[in-house]
């Protein structure tokens, strides 16, 4: 199983970037998708995250301003960032839980992918 993460880069302060994640591989289904982050120097931290069913849940530093989604289909989720900040700065990874069906009964694995990297210039 990989979750491959694209769409960061440099944008200046106010602009916006969307990223996406994919999960490719061998599973049964996904449960909650998200992403976090994490700037130089900090731990990492909830972004937001969406449930299969689509609720959400946001960190309230971005609330307004950032939007999750996801395409079940394509097992994808996608970040929607709107007027960014240079405190916006980070590495964003994101993050799955993947159902894996076995023999006996169905086990959860949780993923995350190689982070991307993004820079709000001010």
């Known amino acids: 199983v990989q979750l491959q993460a694209s769409g960061g880069g440099l944008v200046q302060a106010g602009g916006s970037l969307r990223l996406s994640c994919a999960a490719s591989?061998?599973?049964?289904?996904?449960?909650?998708m998200g992403w976090y982050r994490q700037a130089p120097g900090k731990q990492r931290e909830l972004v937001a995250t969406?449930?299969?069913?689509?609720?959400?849940n946001y960190a309230d530093s971005v609330k307004g301003r950032f939007t999750i989604s996801r395409d079940n289909a394509k097992n994808t989720v996608y970040l929607q960032m709107n007027s960014l900040k240079p405190e916006d700065t980070s590495v964003y990874y994101c993050?799955?839980?993947?159902?894996?069906?076995?023999?006996?009964?169905?086990?959860?694995?949780?993923?995350w992918g190689q982070g991307t990297q993004v820079t709000v210039s001010s």
């Open positions: 993050n799955a839980e993947l159902v894996v069906l076995t023999n006996t009964l169905p086990l959860t694995y949780n993923y």
């Open positions: 591989g061998r599973f049964f289904s996904i449960n909650v």
């Open positions: 969406i449930s299969s069913g689509g609720s959400t």
